[in-house]
């Protein structure tokens, strides 16, 4: 395994403590900005009683110090079963590199706020409906936004960014995703992440339990979704959270069977599954990608698994790194020189070279 440290751990449990409910520690996804070493890292709270982003600033050795507090406007929530991610879910923060944004869910309150981001300074530009209920997931791809909500069966809502920080609905960017959300517990059976594929012309969503299925949507140029997804039953699976490498592909966690699964998606938007990667471990529900190697967050275990991708589409495993207990969502540098993973039971942020 090529990691080191953990470097830091930010103390994000200060915060935590100071809430009416323990759900305020989880779901929170670290979200490095682009920038050169020294720049911020920001992590969402999801705390019920009223949601905030917490900025740091990377020191050049990966290190964290916490620079102050921004609220977002709206809560966080809750799913029912959910232990170190009350959101269940990859990517409840987006940072748009363009327009210099950062996106995040208020679950509790089924909104999502726009902030300007400069340095490790944020301003509140706006809080929009998600456009469904209890919003989990959110990506940004040029001037196009969607969200992920978890409810109520599963809905995606589409946005373009107007004025270069406001959001507005896309005539045609709403689906309804049809999921058995109402199944026991309900932190398995709601959908799990949405993000544009690399190049913007496709939305990816999972939906772990409540469907165990890839859903891949056509985007049209407006942003507007082209008709029905192409759904790809994984059985058996509950595909949670994902990524793709440098060729599109995708590489997706089953938290069902704790592997780490690679899709080739078709021209149709139907997927086939190339590889099979086990991590041995617990939880196994999100990932992170640097370079040629993928970092898979096991929360049962308190890990991290490690690939490297090999010929045209084998992961070859690195081994494991312990990090704090309750490891969730992680980031990784646009230099690819740290990762920062949240720690989902101890609300904290571990940082590795």
């Not at 967050?297 to 698994?305: E, P, Q």
Request: include cysteine.
């Amino acid at each position: 395994m090529t990691l080191t440290g953990p470097k830091a751990a930010a103390a994000v449990a200060a915060l935590v403590a100071a809430a009416a409910l323990p759900a305020s520690s989880a779901a929170a996804s670290p979200a490095p900005r682009p920038a050169a070493p020294g720049g911020p890292v920001f992590v969402q709270t999801d705390n019920p009683a009223g949601n905030t982003i917490v900025a740091y600033r990377r020191a050049a050795d990966g290190s964290l110090q916490q620079r102050g507090t921004f609220a977002t406007g709206g809560r966080g929530g809750v799913l029912d079963g959910s232990v170190v991610d009350h959101l269940a879910s990859q990517g409840a923060l987006a940072y748009d590199g363009v327009h210099h944004l950062l996106l995040a869910v208020n679950a509790g309150s089924d909104t999502v706020t726009v902030f300007a981001a400069e340095g490790d300074t944020l301003r509140r530009e706006q809080v929009v409906p998600s456009g469904g209920a209890f919003p989990v997931s959110v990506t940004v791809h040029d001037d196009r936004v969607y969200v992920l909500n978890a409810r109520d069966g599963g809905s995606v809502q589409g946005y373009r960014i107007a004025g270069g920080t406001r959001l507005e609905p896309v005539p045609g960017g709403d689906r309804q995703l049809g999921l058995d959300t109402a199944t026991a517990p309900e932190f398995t059976h709601t959908p799990g992440q949405v993000s544009f594929t690399p190049d913007g012309s496709r939305l990816v969503v999972t939906t772990k339990a409540g469907g165990s299925s890839i859903e891949v949507f056509s985007v049209l140029p407006s942003g507007a979704l082209a008709g029905p997804p192409a759904v790809t039953e994984v059985g058996g699976a509950v595909p949670f959270g994902f990524t793709f490498d440098e060729h599109g592909r995708l590489i997706v966690t089953d938290a069902a069977t704790n592997a780490v699964l690679t899709f080739a998606v078709r021209r149709d938007g139907s997927a086939v599954e190339l590889d099979d990667a086990p991590t041995g471990q617990l939880a196994t529900c999100w990932i992170v990608r640097a370079g040629d190697r993928f970092y898979a967050s096991n929360a049962g275990s308190g890990t991290l698994s490690g690939f490297r991708q090999t010929g045209r589409a084998t992961l070859e495993p690195l081994g494991e790194t312990a990090t704090g207990a309750g490891t969730v969502d992680s980031a990784v540098t646009p230099d690819e020189r740290f990762l920062y993973v949240q720690t989902g039971a101890t609300g904290g942020v571990d940082a590795f070279r």
